[in-house]
């Protein structure tokens, strides 16, 4: 497979991985999974790391740190004993998940290779059978320290401990976990840490786990891979408070992420934005538009997640909408399109976001507003990243690279095809009225003069509502394709906003509360939280 590479995970040497490695079977995995030569960090880490040293590595991400631990574990493996002899951490499951793959991948010409993944989301029931044969375990932290403390795992042969992500995974919230599972593994096992982040203060946190590392720091001035073009969009955004019209910013979005995705070349794209609500809209307007797309969040359970990483790596879709849950560490080949729907909070998370396209050279596009430039001009002036407004003007001929196997030849063409007779119009956005009690005047947005149908929906409405029920007259939501449920209880107001939009574009239900005496609002039992950010609420 030859698969022309970015400058970061280039060598200048002509080496290849016979020079590293002598297991017949490994080098054929290598080949077979179409990794000829090693990149920097694979050059640099695998020789110290087969010799038993601890080490602390750190390099850009999407330069093939998991291919690194993934050979060292592979070849300090007893294929005799059935007994877990690796143990490999991940902050999430994703990542677990994709590690599994990774190992197994390389791996599949060693008789009597077993590796699994033991992450939460899924019965411990199903783990037990597993851990009878199973010498490489992969899995988060959480998980893991539940099967040790239950003394279903054996810990006694255990003798390679790798932290992926390790700069999350020393994080408060993981780090007791971590400590807690170190502490039950033998003294003199082997520790390997992989991070494209450091500072002083995780160092110091690595210093619990590591005994006279070998530091690997493969960085330079740019922090981002090298192959990846960089562009910004300005978005206008009214100076309003009206949640109304800042929806409006989001259509707009919808809108420009659909004309950039008709006009740039790609083969599979990953939208990152920052609420989960959102995340659902996007995927579902996409593929109403002919982009056959799916979201993942850390709002799905553990299968739905593993079922559309699975529909994403076996190329079924093209574009995958979600959260930062998969900003890290996820690695799916074709990806040559990142947009960034929301910015991220941290210059850190965009780098990761962006190193999701930058294997094979990539985009990276980010509709931001006006008071984001402060955030682009950080990246420029702090983080020496090259990142340029995208003009109208720019043409992404030269982007396109041919796909390299025959099967993903096939699964393109069929998603092609398929983009021809899903592709439907875009409903009309509904018509909004606020009332919060019966004195207060009412406050009317509307995206659509539809006033006539507005006064039809709420006649039908009062004749459909519960006599039971002692709730004054419903101010809802309309439009022809809005099912409306909003009711009065007390003090609080509750209300359903973009409740099944036809087709496609199915908003999930979400519930506001209102209280009169303070003027705040915050999220009922459905995590309104995840879906308007919280300088959006009233």
């Known amino acids: ?38 990149s920097p960090i694979q050059l640099k880490a695998i020789p110290p790391g087969k010799l038993g040293l601890d080490l602390i590595a750190q390099a850009k991400s999407g330069t093939g740190k998991t291919i690194v631990f993934g050979i060292i574990a592979l070849g300090m493996l007893d294929l005799n004993n059935p007994k877990p002899q690796v143990l490999i951490l991940a902050p999430t499951r994703e990542i677990a998940v994709q590690t599994k793959e990774v190992i197994c991948n390389i791996g599949r010409y060693m008789k009597g290779l077993s590796c699994h993944v033991f992450i939460g989301g899924l019965p411990i029931s199903e783990d037990l059978p597993k851990l009878k044969k199973c010498q490489i375990v992969i899995g988060s932290p959480g998980r893991i320290g539940i099967l040790l403390s239950n003394q279903n795992m054996s810990n006694k042969n255990v003798k390679l401990l790798v932290l992926d992500e390790a700069d999350k995974l020393m994080e408060n919230n993981f780090f007791s976990q971590i400590k807690k599972i170190n502490d039950k593994l033998p003294v003199n096992k082997q520790v390997l840490a992989f991070s494209a982040t450091y500072d002083k203060p995780l160092l110091k946190a ?257 004749n459909k509502q519960n006599t039971t029920n002692n709730y004054p007259e419903d101010n809802y939501i309309s439009s022809d394709y809005y099912n409306n449920n909003q009711y009065w209880n007390n003090d609080q107001w509750y209300n359903s906003w973009y409740n099944n939009w036809y087709n496609y574009y199915n908003y999930n239900q979400y519930q506001y509360n209102y209280n009169n005496n303070n003027n705040d609002w915050s999220n009922s039992n459905l995590h309104i939280k995840d879906f308007i950010p919280p300088d959006l609420l009233f």
């Open 1 to 38: 497979m030859n698969v022309e590479r970015t400058k970061d995970i280039q060598i200048d040497e002509d080496i290849n991985f016979e020079v590293l490695i002598s297991n017949p079977n490994i080098l054929k995995g290598l080949s077979k999974a179409g990794y000829e030569r090693p």
């Open 206 to 462: 690595l210093g619990h786990f590591v005994r006279n590392p070998h530091h690997i720091m493969l960085t330079d001035d740019t922090p981002c891979l090298e192959g990846v073009l960089q562009y910004y969009q300005i978005v206008e955004s009214p100076e309003t408070d009206n949640i109304i019209e800042k929806f409006k910013i989001y259509e707009e979005k919808f809108k420009k992420i659909a004309d950039i995705l008709g006009r740039v070349p790609f083969y599979q794209c990953i939208v990152f934005i920052n609420h989960r609500g959102r995340a659902v809209d996007l995927a579902n307007y996409l593929t109403s538009q002919g982009w056959m797309a799916m979201n993942i969040s850390g709002g799905l359970d553990q299968q739905a997640r593993l079922e559309t990483m699975s529909k994403a790596r076996n190329f079924q879709i093209r574009v995958l909408v979600c959260s930062d849950l998969i900003a890290r560490g996820i690695d799916i080949e074709r990806v040559n399109l990142v947009v960034n729907l929301d910015m991220p909070k941290d210059v850190e998370t965009y780098l990761h976001r962006v190193g999701r396209t930058g294997r094979t050279h990539g985009l990276a596009i980010s509709l931001i507003d006006i008071n984001e430039m402060n955030f682009i001009e950080s990246l420029r002036e702090n983080h020496q990243v090259k990142i340029e407004p995208l003009s109208d003007k720019i043409s992404f001929k030269h982007h396109q690279r041919p796909l390299l196997t025959e099967t993903d030849i096939k699964a393109y063409d069929k998603l092609l095809d398929e983009r021809e007779t899903i592709k439907t119009q875009m409903p009309e956005i509904p018509s909004v009225i606020f009332s919060i009690n019966d004195n207060d005047e009412k406050k009317e947005s509307s995206l659509n003069d539809k006033t006539t149908k507005i006064d039809n929906r709420k006649k039908k409405q009062k």
